[in-house]
């Protein structure tokens, strides 16, 4: 019997939570994500840090520690690698994307990276917009039944304009377009002006905006320092056309038989680090383009699941019009 197809997506930032502690004992297997784990941890004790091995293990979350931008940035790496070992025994994945740091794990579930350099790649940005100032705000459009609320994103809009117009020191800008969601970014000045000024909405359990925890400006022109230097350190990395398709953060698919390796590494290190990364695009790629039996959210975590299904249900996808249709349907799936 064929497996069903699907459109693996992997997370990003914020998705390894105290849900998830022990995630890379419970998913890594031997093979080449499980070397470049030992890799990465051998370098790790050379270097008197702690091993992922040993964060992962920890006896509790530690906010600190686990959410470190280096440290978590490669929690989440290897752990998505893990979880899509996992899920290629179970479907057919025809194309891969990911959200934001999500792109770096794309590149080798793509195959377009071997584990490994993809780790190189995770470390060296994470070091990088670690000395970057300022943050991330997460704010939503949608209410309980995901549908957009226009009124709530007319608000965001102004709001984004208004700080903007008041110069360079509350400089914000959209990150990630992320289905119902939105996270901007920009400096400090800017992040304490939107959780002041953007609409307060619960949506469930959850109250918006909210600052995201560890969170540089990432997708934004403030990252300029960080481009130049990653496009530098990581001229040779060894990219090659992936084995299945890839869509980047623009939406733009790049084939096994027409993908520039050259062309993805630039992306990499200059629009993925300084444009707003469309994450909602890469969504919408997905559904037109491949339609997949499943919309396939990675783990660590289910981060990815309301954003996919706010995408569906805005697209009209399978004719699914409300959230508890998306419910029964099954078209989206998490690890």
Known sequence: MSRPTAVLFCPGRGSYTKDELGWLGRTVRPGPVAEALAACDDWRRSQGRPTLREIDGADRFRPGLHLDGENAAELIYFGTLAAAERLRERYEIVAVAGNSLGWYSALPASGALEPTQGWRLVATMAALQKQVPGGQVLTTTVGDDWLTNLELRTALQAVVQALRDRGDETFCDFSIHLGGHEVVAGTEAAV?????????????????PFRLAGHGPFHTRLCAPTSQQAAARL??????????????????????????????????????????????????????????????????GTSLRAPVGHCVLREGWRGLGSRAQLAASGVVATD
Not at 265 to 272: D, E, K, R
Not at 274 to 298: G, K, N, S, W, Y
């Open 192 to 208: 304490t002006a939107l959780l002041t000024h953007l609409p307060k909405v619960k949506v469930g359990e959850r109250e918006f």
């Open 235 to 300: 001229a040779d990395l060894p990219v090659t056309a992936p084995r299945c398709h890839l869509i980047d953060g623009f939406g733009n698919v790049h084939s096994p038989w027409s993908a520039d390796p050259r062309e993805l590494l630039h992306y990499t290190t200059h629009a993925q680090v300084l444009e707003t990364f469309d994450f909602t695009a890469c969504v919408r790629t997905a559904m037109r383009e491949f339609q997949p039996d499943v919309l396939l959210c990675a783990g660590p």
